[in-house]
């Protein structure tokens, strides 16, 4: 079911839903969290309320959809209620906020938040730099981004690691899960040989490859080296350098990689790019700080390569549009 309820209030919305149950006759599901979706990309509206819905089949939870509009336009706010069907395991409200209010989407939310139940942000698209200082994230115990939907996703990443509080996470570090489980199951298998050095082979502007490098930098405490590979792809490669002969998880095509290490039966293993629906869901199960993507983020800085240039590149392009 849906309503729309143009020109409204936070008032009016709570009465609406309260009214939808009562004539629809729906028992409320449990809820166990606030998701607050944040975007000023209308397009992505949809995209990001059917991954929460996908989400929701884990997680039920009350999804607010903060759509900022035009701060040129007179000041309103337009809503929309989707429960049922529409809604997947959870309750949506979409809120569009134009004019002085776009800036003022906390004001909107607070109303419509479940008690006593956490709240996770989630900028699906463009972050703010400080996730953790923007009025939204100051409600959220968890706050979700995503370097790689970025216009400059390298310099999103540097921003991340700048700007980081416990709490904050990324979509980038969520598609890293199946190389980091593969990598580590490798290393528990003989001959049991500690790592002397490591390679990440990634595209250009995926700072999923970063993240990886700069996972295998703080956990193995050996030199790591980024190699770049042509923009608009994903990870291509990691290889471990043991005595006995190296580890190797290589993904060429992008859905299917091969694992060959020495003494072991070369293996191949589903690895296929991760949709949103799959990472949104693995965040919303921790809501503690994660202290391994935290390192994993510091440690980005010591890797060799790629990351020292694409810095460098980043604030000299700063320095330019500035200029």
Not at 232 to 254: F, H, K, T, Y
Request: one cysteine or more; proline letters at 8%; aromatic letters at 4%.
């Amino acid at each position: 079911m849906i309503v729309d309820l143009p020109s409204t209030t936070t008032a009016a919305v709570n009465h609406a839903l309260i009214d939808m149950r009562e004539r629809g006759g729906a028992v409320a599901v449990g809820r166990v969290l606030n998701l607050v979706i944040v975007t000023d990309d209308s397009a992505q509206v949809e995209q990001s309320i059917e991954a929460a819905n996908e989400a929701s089949k884990e997680h039920p939870c009350r999804v607010l959809v903060v759509a900022r509009g035009p701060k040129r336009a007179g000041t309103r706010l337009d809503a929309q209620i989707r429960v049922g069907g529409d809604a997947g395991a959870s309750e949506v409200f979409v809120l569009r906020l134009y004019g002085a209010l776009a800036d003022h989407g906390d004001s909107v939310v607070i109303p419509l938040l479940l008690p006593d139940s956490p709240v996770v942000a989630w900028w699906p698209g463009a972050a703010p730099a400080n996730p953790a200082h923007d009025h939204i994230g100051q409600l959220a115990q968890r706050r979700i981004t995503d370097a790689a939907a970025a216009s400059h996703p390298i310099k999103a990443l540097e921003h991340r690691r700048t700007s980081y509080a416990d709490g904050d996470t990324d979509l980038a570090w969520s598609r890293l899960t199946p190389w980091r489980a593969l990598l580590a199951a490798a290393l528990d298998l003989p001959p049991y040989e500690a790592v002397e050095a490591a390679t990440v082979t990634g595209a250009a502007d995926n700072p999923s490859a970063d993240l990886l490098a700069g996972w295998l930098r703080s956990r193995l405490h050996v030199p790591v080296r980024l190699r770049p590979s042509p923009p608009g792809g994903g990870i291509l490669s990691a290889i471990l350098e043991r005595p006995s002969g190296p580890v190797e998880l290589v993904r060429p095509a992008g859905k299917v990689g091969t694992l060959r290490q020495p003494g072991q039966p070369e293996s191949r293993v589903p690895l296929r790019r991760r949709p949103v629906r799959e990472c949104l869901a693995e965040e919303l199960r921790r809501l503690e700080s994660d202290e391994i993507y935290h390192a994993a983020l510091q440690a980005v800085t010591e890797v060799e390569g790629r990351r020292a240039s694409a810095v460098k590149s980043a604030r000299s392009s700063e320095h330019r549009s500035g200029s």
